[in-house]
């Protein structure tokens, strides 16, 4: 029987997950498995759960969104490479960028279907380091990037997607650049700052900001990096907006860059996220890419 961990995120996604745990069992029941079921109930649980019952599966199939995601990696992170199991995702969480780049169905119950499957199609994946943290898909900073973790959590669940809006329109009097240099594989660069997206993923920000799926590859062991410039203007603030929008990445006050490490140093302390949790607070951060560190089980759709 394949050993299973299944870690349960009950307020993730306005607490959908109570209404298909016993959907989750049966099919993964009824594929053989043997199950052991762990449920959060507190930020750090789900990465403590990995990292401590991870030896002892060969799957571990998270529930939640990509915060959920990014504590299963990040405990699995701590474990030698040897011994790391397989992730399944199903998807629960508000954005759900993590599940965009996979693939995997939005629907929890079209992603449930698969998982009394064998594992036989799994996809590795790089994972991020900023500091001494992981991340899935995303390391960001700038103006807004912080409203995935200011945005009450009872708003989440009541409102999705609408109260992180709400709540980036309350910070529009507060936006703020950061002068960074900037050190990569291929070169140097120092500019004052609005955004910055280190990235291993086709979408971030909730699908605001997407790459063209030809020029990123999940396990090539390269970021894609999105530097976005200090406008001078309001009109040019307007303009690169609609160039992101566009994924149209050459322009003056964008930047899209292709390596394997980058190091941030700035003037003063800056807020980072990581996969849209918070990701603390940096004057100066190397972030690292391990490639091909985790395995995430893609058969029809997980």
Not at 7 to 25: A, E, M, Y
Not at 178 to 203: C, K, M, P, Q, W
Request: charged share 20%; with cysteine; glycine share 10%.
């Amino acid at each position: 029987m394949e050993k299973t961990l299944l870690i349960v995120n009950p307020v993730s996604g306005k607490g959908r997950v109570k209404t298909i745990l016993l959907d989750i069992l049966s099919a993964l029941c009824a594929g053989g498995a043997d199950v052991r079921v762990c449920v959060t109930e507190k930020r750090g649980d789900a990465s403590d759960f990995a990292e401590r019952l991870g030896p002892e599966v060969e799957r571990v199939v998270c529930t939640g969104g990509d915060g959920s995601l990014n504590e299963v990696i990040s405990g699995l992170m701590r474990l030698s490479p040897e011994v790391r199991p397989a992730i399944s995702y199903i998807p629960l969480g508000t954005t759900n960028d993590m599940a965009t780049s996979l693939s995997i169905p939005k629907d929890p119950k079209d992603a449930i279907k698969e998982l009394g499957a064998p594992l036989s199609e799994q996809r590795l994946l790089d994972v991020g380091q900023l500091g001494q943290d992981y991340f899935g898909y995303v390391a960001a900073f700038g103006t807004f990037i912080n409203v995935p973790f200011t945005t009450p959590q009872a708003a989440k669940n009541t409102w999705g997607y609408l109260a992180y809006l709400v709540e980036a329109l309350g910070q529009l009097t507060e936006i703020t650049t950061h002068h960074a240099r900037v050190s990569y594989d291929d070169g140097y660069i120092e500019s004052d700052l609005l955004f910055g997206f280190v990235t291993n993923s086709l979408t971030v920000a909730g699908g605001i900001v997407r790459f063209d799926e030809s020029h990123v590859a999940l396990d090539d062991g390269l970021f894609e990096v999105l530097l976005i410039k200090k406008p001078r203007n309001l009109a040019e603030l307007n303009t690169t907006l609609s160039n992101i929008l566009k994924r149209s990445f050459n322009s003056e006050n964008l930047t899209l860059l292709h390596t394997s490490r980058i190091s941030f140093e700035f003037d003063g302390p800056v807020q980072w996220t990581r996969d849209g949790e918070d990701g603390g607070v940096y004057r100066s951060v190397e972030i690292v890419n391990h490639r091909q560190a985790v395995c995430i089980s893609v058969r029809g759709g997980i």
